[in-house]
C-alpha cells in the first residue's frame, strides 16, 4: 500500500506561483506512474499533469507552457511547479499513484489551491 501526502497549497494571486509536493511512503516499489489531478465543487476530478518512472510527462492542455512535474526519486517526492496562476487553476490539488497512467490505485488527501483575481 502507498501513502500519498500533498503539501505546498494556499492562497496566490493571480500571476503568482506556487509548488506542490506529495511525499510517498510505504510499497513504493509498486509506483511506475505519478500525477496531480484537480477538482472543483461539482465538477469531475481532471488530470493536471503525469510522470512516470522513466521520465515520460503528460501536460493538461490548461496548464501546458506554466505548470512542471518533476520527481526526487532519493526523497520519494513528486512535485507541481505552477506559475502564471490563474483563478481558474482555484481547486483541490491530489496527489496519485499507481502501476500505470491513467490508472491510478493510490490517491492523497488534497491540498487546497486558491487563485485570487
Known amino acids: 500500500q502507498v501513502q500519498l501526502v500533498e503539501s505546498g497549497g494556499g492562497l496566490v494571486q493571480a500571476g503568482g506561483s506556487l509548488r506542490l509536493s506529495c511525499a510517498a511512503s510505504?510499497?513504493?516499489?509498486?509506483?511506475?506512474?505519478m500525477g496531480w489531478y484537480r477538482q472543483v465543487p461539482g465538477k469531475q476530478r481532471e488530470m493536471v499533469a503525469t510522470?512516470?518512472?522513466?521520465?515520460?510527462?503528460n501536460y493538461a492542455a490548461s496548464v501546458k507552457g506554466r505548470c512542471t512535474i518533476s520527481r526526487d526519486n532519493a526523497k520519494n517526492t513528486m512535485y507541481l511547479q505552477m506559475s502564471s496562476l490563474k483563478p481558474e487553476d482555484t481547486a483541490v490539488y491530489y496527489c496519485?499513484?499507481?502501476?500505470?497512467?491513467?490508472?491510478?490505485?493510490?490517491w492523497g488527501q488534497g491540498t487546497q489551491v486558491t487563485v485570487s483575481s
Open positions: 510505504g510499497s513504493i516499489f509498486s509506483i511506475n506512474a
Open positions: 510522470i512516470t518512472n522513466g521520465g515520460s510527462t
Open positions: 496519485a499513484a499507481g502501476p500505470l497512467v491513467p490508472f491510478f490505485t493510490s
